[in-house]
T-cell receptor, first 111, second 112 residues
Framework: QKEVEQNSGPLSVPEGAIASLNCTYS??????FFWYRQYSGKSPELIMS????GDKEDGRFTAQLNKASQYVSLLIRDSQPSDSATYLC???????????FGKGTMLLVSP | DTAVSQTPKYLVTQMGNDKSIKCEQN?????MYWYKQDSKKFLKIMFS???????INETVPNRFSPKSPDKAHLNLHINSLELGDSAVYFC???????????FGPGTRLLVL
């Protein structure tokens, strides 16, 4: 059973702070990692993908991957109230033809 | 232009009824998926088709039957609806198996 674990939150941060969202996965052979954002009542939308160890930056978002520790994170700099949403970590496991999603972390950014 | 569309957006029905949900993508993708998101927001894969061929069939009751008439469409038919089927059903597509998935707006199913 492939597992992807996330703290359900809510994670509360003030506006302008850095929000750090974490995800661990069970399959050491996992190859591709994705972060999706889901607003309440809406569908998941892709924010970042990462495939190799290290950091990947896109605007205010930075994804970090550590395959040895089986850990992937998402940092959101200068958090805005509009970032308030549930963030889903998704992992493509070896030998599996789709993504396994975590249960998501709810982020609340207060003005 | 809507990339991945689903109909209907809302579906309220009685237990025991049969209903269908339709999905269409205009992205030219080869792979399409059905996910179920329950009240706890857990997103779980149900089925996946690649070029009209079923490639993933998770442990889903056989009351659920997907059909892909062509690679741009993936429909989901549900027989004998049960209370536990109430959830949001998302369709998604990706260019190839294992690539980034793009989600439709979801169909909110409520079984009374």
């Amino acid at each position: 059973q492939k597992e992807v674990e996330q703290n359900s939150g809510p994670l509360s941060v003030p506006e302008g702070a850095i929000a750090s969202l974490n995800c661990t996965y069970s399959d050491r052979g996992s190859q591709s990692f994705f972060w999706y954002r889901q607003y309440s009542g809406k569908s998941p939308e892709l924010i970042m993908s990462i495939y190799s160890n290290g950091d990947k930056e896109d605007g205010r978002f930075t994804a970090q991957l550590n395959k040895a520790s089986q850990y992937v994170s998402l940092l959101i700099r200068d958090s805005q109230p509009s970032d308030s949403a549930t963030y889903l970590c998704a992992v493509k496991s070896s030998g599996y033809s789709t993504l396994t999603f975590g249960k998501g972390t709810m982020l609340l950014v207060s003005p | 232009d809507t990339a991945v569309s689903q109909t209907p957006k809302y579906l309220v029905t009685q237990m025991g009824n049969d209903k269908s949900i339709k999905c269409e993508q205009n992205l030219g993708h080869d792979t399409m998926y059905w996910y179920k998101q329950d009240s706890k927001k857990f997103l779980k894969i149900m089925f996946s088709y690649n070029n009209k061929e079923l490639i993933i069939n998770e442990t889903v009751p056989n009351r659920f039957s997907p059909k892909s008439p062509d690679k741009a469409h993936l429909n989901l038919h549900i027989n004998s609806l049960e209370l536990g089927d109430s959830a949001v059903y998302f369709c998604a597509s990706s260019p190839m198996i294992l690539e980034t998935q793009y989600f439709g707006p979801g169909t909110r199913l409520l079984v009374l």
